[in-house]
């Protein structure tokens, strides 16, 4: 089955920097890698995520590519705030239904202001 | 709008009491899920229900127990805790959990210690 492996498992950057966190994943069969946002004392939000149609999808200061030949796959946060403070977590799928989806271990990101 | 509601937010159980965590969803969601988060484990998924009156197992299933008699409600039960079920519960939901409709809607949880 699929194994998701996610790294670092904390990151503390300064205001105003980027962040950028890795994911590998095992079955190359996988084809939808969403990432979650999880503020302090909150379930998990989607924020963003790509199919493997796709190498590349921005939305605002959040981004996400796709590497489907490594695979593996990364969050880009560029011009961090406080509020960007959170535990975020990758996860992949090869299949339709997120009843298969699987999660990596998750990355405490800390912005420093 | 309500999303996903939990309760309840936290509990004490003492090893091998029973206790049932409710969830209920208020966007006519088809699909609906148990996870467990443990420190350096990710989200790791227990039970899960493609629709009313189904349920399915998932990744840890075992001491666990789920019922979904109506379509906005899904019930988690512990029949007799361990210590190593302590850990947080989070449910969520989705449309239908197929294709686009695979995003998550979660709640925010129920923090259960077992001594």
């Known amino acids: 089955g699929e194994n998701v492996e996610q790294h670092p498992s904390t990151l503390s950057v300064q205001e105003g920097d980027s962040a950028v966190i890795k994911c590998t994943y095992s079955?190359?069969?996988?084809?939808?890698f969403p990432w979650y946002k999880q503020e302090l004392g909150k379930g998990p939000q989607l924020i963003i995520d790509?199919?493997?149609?796709?190498g590349e999808k921005k939305d605002q200061r959040i981004a996400v590519t796709l590497n489907k030949t490594a695979k593996h796959f990364s969050l880009h946060i560029t011009e961090t705030q406080p509020e960007d403070s959170a535990v975020y977590f990758c996860?992949?799928?090869?299949?339709?239904?997120?009843?298969?989806?699987?999660f990596g271990q998750g990355t405490r990101l800390t912005i420093n202001p | 709008n309500a999303g996903v509601t939990q309760t309840p937010k936290f509990r004490v159980l003492k090893t091998g009491q029973s206790m049932t965590l409710l969830c209920a969803q208020d966007?006519?969601?088809?699909?609906m899920y148990w996870y467990r988060q443990d420190p350096g484990m990710g989200l790791r998924l227990i039970h899960y229900?493609?629709?009313?009156?189904?349920?399915a197992k998932g990744e840890v299933p075992d001491g666990y127990n789920v019922s979904r008699l109506k379509k906005q409600n899904f019930l988690l039960g512990l029949e007799s805790a361990a210590p190593s079920q302590t850990s947080v519960y989070f449910c969520?939901?989705?449309?239908?959990?197929?294709?686009?409709?695979?995003?998550?809607?979660f709640g925010s949880g129920t923090q259960l210690s077992v001594l």
């Open positions: 969520a939901s989705s449309y239908d959990g197929q294709g686009a409709n695979e995003k998550l809607f």
């Open positions: 079955d190359s069969a996988s084809n939808y």
């Open positions: 790509i199919r493997s149609n796709v």
């Open positions: 996860a992949a799928t090869a299949f339709q239904g997120a009843q298969k989806l699987v």
């Open positions: 966007m006519n969601h088809e699909y």
């Open positions: 229900s493609v629709g009313e009156g189904t349920t």
